[in-house]
């Protein structure tokens, strides 16, 4: 399965839960702005999801395995959406190819479809999100 960076069609129900997740980024950003502590930012967003209605686990462990090594690698990451979508929140500022290849090993191990990469710490959350899917 190849990961895409651009947009793919999407079953209208992942669309509209990442729809969701995007949403309340953008309310956390708007709210607290660029510059904060990585778990004021964590915390505002499950707020948001749970404002929203989301079913979500925080700080969810994945375990992906590791054929070079033969052993299982518990990889945490921010949350799981209505088990169909991780979303890892990323303390840098720009989200950069490095950052959407450590991605790819979670989804493809995981099952999950998507991943949403957010990183507050922008001027324009825009710049701050990026999505990843397995198709």
Avoid: C
């Amino acid at each position: 399965m190849p990961a895409k960076h651009d947009a793919p069609e999407l079953e209208p129900q992942l669309a509209w839960l990442a729809n969701m997740i995007v949403g309340a980024a953008l309310s956390v950003h708007e709210q607290l702005g660029p510059s904060r502590d990585a778990a004021a930012y964590e915390d505002a967003l499950a707020v948001e999801l749970e404002y929203r209605g989301l079913r979500f686990d925080r700080r969810r462990t994945i375990q992906l395995i590791d054929r070079r090594e033969n052993k299982v690698i518990e990889q945490p990451v921010s949350f799981v959406v209505d088990e169909q979508i991780i979303v890892e929140l990323k303390p840098r500022e720009d989200l950069d190819v490095k950052e959407l290849k450590r991605t790819l090993p979670l989804l493809r191990t995981s099952g999950f479809r998507m991943a949403i990469l957010i990183s507050f710490n922008t001027r324009s959350i825009k710049d701050g999100i990026k999505r990843l899917v397995l198709t």
